[in-house]
């Protein structure tokens, strides 16, 4: 039971780590979220489904586009459901985000249908056998394809003018302003990179469950639990959070039984908070008067 | 002159229409509306589509034959309750209120149909439940009770679940996976029930959200239990995760299910495991079919292209069971001679018999009793590709 409590853990863990890091990016830059996140992962998930699956293409090609339709959708979430209301000083854009999510969910239960669908995948079909259980290729990939993101995600952040420009944004966008940076086109930058990395995790969860345009709305819900308990602003302590959570999930349904798992994993989350209130693996910062 | 005539012929033109609508209108009397509160849409939205071509088909032969009540057509009024409790509960309202109809049809969610019962209970209006199975829908302690059905019922199919796992498969120990909903929990007293009178051990029973990614932690604890069999309660999607997280742990045991399953695109969503899981329904339109279910299989393919066979009358539990229930339906409104609800509630009590698709029916509602299906009515299914066929041998 442990192997398979492990697997389990670990797969979804990197799902929600992944997910959760869109939340880290955009906030560090501009201090706002998108609470549409979810339906992010489902517009992944259906736009894959939709090209590869409904019109045939090559997956080398779906996979692509279905990620650029993410990014262009990341693009409309900042323009009109956050700028325009951080503009005004207001925090409307909470609203807002969880709005247009909504609108596209039923967006796509219009275009797509109500039935969730299967997007086969040859990752998926056969179980490799592996310490008494079956594993598929997928859930091997998962925390594979996770934590290479998350590694890239630092490097271009700590290794590229990119990156500086961002950090720049992120301690102090007047100052980054002043000196030339465009701090707009960051931050709408990262929130197409957070729609993205939703997009990402659609796609590979898509085979392992299905797809439906209601898919996205608990791995939103998950990831932003896990954002906060990582903590916002530390993208190594998302990922950690990420795969904590997943493995405290799989755990309490495997020795505790299922109707313990929501109870014991949203308790150990106030748990966890209550006694690290900026995150499990950041430090709380202290304000002097 | 011209225009004298002209104003004659208005005048007269007028008194004939004045004088012949009262006739027009006696000649076509006011429809009957029945109402349909099911799942349209979503993960069990192929459950609606059946049992709407159910009805339809009956309504059909029922309009055909000359209406009720002095030749008053059926009219079919369906809502979508998206498989929602609450949702299902303003459907209801609607077609009582508003579009006033006198009998309500229900559709594959046990939850929704439960949550129903009250209001039609209250507003004294009939409901025929015609796939969900849940035992407190018809058994809901009410007096007088307006709710009928003609479908299975949990305690009694999971009667006939623990029979033919034991007879069939030899089954020593059963793992429970249930729906998280008053559906599972049906289930889950009707099979520990069941198994306890047959002297069957429970392993273990676990529950899933249909909401769930993997379900395998259950299912593991299930098998590290000792449970032979697996016993399936739950819809279409989330039976799919059971069957693909069994694959996955690499356990072969085989699962037994409730007929949730077949209420959406199950083969699809399990893939080639889907083959594995047998499941009940109350008919299937394989093998010799008696008169009604040979008229019923021509009409099907008559209307509906994509019927090429048997095998394309998917799910055929929901058109079988509409079918039969509506027929029973007109029978109780004619007894009754009005579509005044408490009237025809009596009405049901007065149907002697019909020869339906699954049965003939003799007396197939009492006051003690409003399900007109009983254990002995069950098939036991799986799927061969698309299709619903029954097990063999």
Known sequence: MLEIALVSGLGLGSIYGLIALGFTLTFAVSGTVNFAQGSSVMLGAVL???????????????????????????????RFAVRPFVARGSNAWLMATVALGIVLDNAVMALFGKEPRALISVLADEPIPMGGIGVYPLQLLIPAVALAVAVALHLVMQRTPLGLRLQAAVQNS??????????????????????????????????????????????GIKAFAVAILGGLTNPWGVVAAGLLYGLVEAASTTWLGSSATQIVTFSAVILALAFAPAGLFTRARRVRV | MQHSLNRRSLLLGSAAFTVATPALLRAQPAPIKLGLVAALSGQSAKSGEGITRGLTIAIDEVNAAGGLLGGRKLELVRRDDESNP?????????????????????????PVSVALVPIMNQAKVPFMGVWAAATNITRNGAD??????????????DKALVQYAMRKHGTKSAGLMLVNNGWGESNRLGMTAAAEAAGLKIAGIEK?????????????????????????????????????????I??????????GISGGRFPELAGSAARNVEFIQTYSFFGNLNATGQRVLA???????????????????GVANAYDALHLTALAI???GSTEGPKIQQGFYGVENYAGLIKTYAKPFTPANHDALTENDYVMVHYVGEQIEPVTG
């Not at chain 1, 409904?54 to 650029?68: D, F, G, N, S």
């Not at chain 1, 002043?178 to 707009?184: F, P, Q």
């Open chain 2, 208 to 248: 899933f959200e249909d909401g769930d990614v993997d379900m395998t932690p259950q299912l593991s604890r299930l098998r590290a239990a000792g449970a032979d069999t697996v016993f399936l309660v739950g819809n279409a999607a989330p039976g799919a995760q059971v069957v693909r997280g069994m694959q996955r």
């Open chain 2, 86 to 110: 609450g949702k299902g509960q303003i459907a209801a309202r609607e077609l009582l209120d508003r579009e006033g109809c006198s009998v309500l049809f229900g559709g594959i969610d046990s």
């Open chain 2, 144 to 157: 007088p009770n307006f709710c009928f059905r003609v479908s299975a019922v949990d305690v009694l199919v």
């Open chain 2, 250 to 259: 690499g356990w072969t045991a085989k699962i037994i299910s409730h007929w």
């Open chain 2, 299 to 317: 009409a099907l393919r008559a209307k509906y292209p994509d019927i090429k066979g048997p095998g394309d009358v998917s799910p055929p539990v």
């Open chain 1, 174 to 219: 007047a100052a980054a302003r002043l000196m030339g940076i465009d701090v707009g086109r960051m931050v709408a930058g990262t929130y197409a990179a957070a729609a993205l990395l939703a997009g990402i995790g659609g796609i590979m969860v898509a085979p392992l469950y299905n797809v439906s345009y209601g898919m996205g709305t608990l791995f």
């Open chain 2, 334 to 336: 004619a007894k009754a």
């Open chain 1, 48 to 78: 894959c489904y939709t090209l590869g699956t409904t019109l045939r293409w090559p997956m080398v090609l779906a996979i692509p586009l279905a990620l650029l339709g993410c990014a262009v959708w990341g693009l409309v979430v900042e």
